[in-house]
């Protein structure tokens, strides 16, 4: 019976720390389970169920989605950039932020930053 409780405990406690936020875009969009927002008239789920930018455009994109969790916080991703990145051309993740709107001009976060000038194209943690 201990080790029964134990096992409930368990899988209770398990299924709480999974992630707030997931989405593999399997269902083929991005507007719902979970739903995002932001410039969203420029992406797409491709064929592979990937997100992608499909913008035809130069300009800044962003896709934005709510969490209530940054506390033993663990991000998995995958990014492919088909572009060679520059000071003006680059991706960034935003790994925690306090507005939606990501082109606000006073934002309080955490970002990954994917590229740089040169042949270096670092991935960089910035505040």
């Known amino acids: 019976m201990n080790r029964l409780v134990f096992f409930v405990l368990l ?5 709480s720390v999974f992630a707030q936020v997931s989405d593999s875009f399997s269902d083929g969009n991005f507007s719902s389970s979970p739903s ?12 592979n169920g990937q997100l992608q930018l499909n913008a ?3 300009g800044t994109a962003y896709l934005t989605t709510a969490s209530t969790t940054i506390t033993g916080t663990e991000w998995n991703f995958w990014v492919r950039q088909n572009f060679a990145p520059s ?5 960034r993740i935003y790994l925690a932020c306090d507005q939606a709107n990501l082109s606000s001009a006073s934002l309080n976060g955490y970002y990954l ?8 194209d670092a991935i960089e943690l910035f505040r």
């Open 56 to 58: 035809t455009v130069a």
């Open 113 to 120: 930053q994917l590229g740089e000038n040169g042949s270096l």
């Open 36 to 47: 995002w927002a932001g410039t969203d008239s420029v992406f797409q789920v491709n064929a």
């Open 87 to 91: 000071a003006n051309n680059f991706g």
């Open 11 to 15: 899988l209770f406690y398990e299924a």
